[in-house]
């Protein structure tokens, strides 16, 4: 395990290399899957958390939406909780996926029911939705985070504000279907 040492002067000092790192030179480190210990260099205090909370938070400014609010809520809310508390908040991304799931059937089912389209039809659209979802969840999860906005980009999956967008614009569409069905079924 390399052990890293923070100075009084809040600076890193990679014991192996024998020279100073910076939070981004930790992140990568971690990333490329190296153990890394942060120790007080006059208590010896274990500070690895406190660091890699410093570099997560960098990490959150310098690209907006890092983590989902999701996470961050959870994490903030589980304060001083206890472990399992902090696994299920980190889990929780994971149930956006379930929740995505269920509102891709909700819309599928509307749309049976309006007619728009027969049982077999939204079965078959289900289906396909739902194993694209779990194939890019499957590749998504062997990728880099560079490697896959890069390969979001090549399928053309769209970012998180136009997922929004759409999102407001589906809401909006609803709302005015809404507002006709009452219309239509009075003549």
């Known amino acids: 395990m ?73 994490l903030v809310q589980a304060g001083g909780d206890t472990l399992s508390s902090l696994r299920r908040t980190l889990a929780s991304p994971l149930e956006l996926f379930r929740h995505v799931d269920d509102e891709i059937r909700r819309r599928i089912e509307a749309l049976i029911k309006q007619g728009e389209l027969t049982l077999e039809d939204g079965q078959e659209v289900l289906e396909k939705l739902l194993d ?22 090549e399928l053309g999956v769209p ?12 809401e909006s569409l609803e709302a005015a279907l809404d507002r006709i069905a009452p219309e239509s079924q009075s003549k």
Not at 12 to 36: H, M, N
Not at 132 to 153: C, P, V, W
């Open 132 to 153: 694209q979802g779990k194939q890019a969840f499957t590749e998504a999860a062997t990728l880099r985070t560079d490697e896959l906005s890069q390969r979001l980009a």
């Open 2 to 74: 390399l052990i890293i040492k923070r100075y009084p002067n809040r600076k890193l000092y990679d014991t192996e290399a024998k020279k100073y790192i910076t939070l981004d030179g930790i992140a990568e480190l971690i990333r490329t899957g190296t153990e890394v210990q942060v120790l007080d260099h006059t208590s010896n205090e274990d500070l690895t958390a406190v660091v890699l909370t410093q570099i997560i938070f960098e990490q959150e400014k310098k690209s907006s939406g890092f983590l989902p609010r999701s996470v961050l809520k959870g």
């Open 159 to 170: 970012t998180r504000n136009e997922i929004e967008e759409l999102t407001a614009q589906l």
